[in-house]
């Protein structure tokens, strides 16, 4: 099992940023890709972004078109961290944001391409 700890959260006005974390524990690997989800009220989980598994100094990150250019995920994998760095942030970025680790499912931008989750993290961008 793997435990994932989000952190990082808060309240922000539009065109701030924040930064997020999130730490793993328990049967850790460098070999897990790392994501991140949002989920609004009353809306569907929705992919916000992705970060491959560890291959040597390499890393491949992804992102959604939503927050391409505004938003960086990146990993420490000697502490199994992740990190959301968000820039210039939206109304629309209101959510809950998860951490989410994979052994290797597939598609990534989807939730079942993942199996281990966090209990997200409150993001709250006013206006």
């Known amino acids: 099992q793997v435990q994932l700890v989000e952190s990082g959260g808060g309240l922000v006005q539009a065109g701030g940023s924040l930064r997020l974390s999130c730490a793993a524990s328990?049967?850790?690997?460098?070999?897990?890709?790392m994501g991140w989800f949002r989920q609004a009220p009353g809306k569907e989980r929705e992919f916000v972004a992705a970060?491959?598994?560890?291959?040597?100094?390499?890393?491949?990150?992804y992102y959604a078109d939503s927050v391409k250019g505004r938003f960086t995920i990146s990993r420490d994998n000697g502490n199994i961290t992740v990190y959301l760095q968000m820039n210039s942030l939206k109304a629309e970025g209101t959510a809950v944001y998860y951490c989410?680790?994979?052994?290797?499912?597939?598609?990534?931008?989807?939730?079942?391409?993942?199996?281990?989750w966090g209990q997200g993290t409150q993001v709250t961008v006013s206006s």
């Open positions: 989410a680790a994979s052994i290797g499912r597939t598609p990534f931008y989807t939730s079942t391409g993942y199996d281990y």
């Open positions: 970060i491959s598994r560890s291959g040597g100094s390499t890393y491949y990150a």
């Open positions: 328990g049967r850790t690997s460098n070999s897990y890709r």
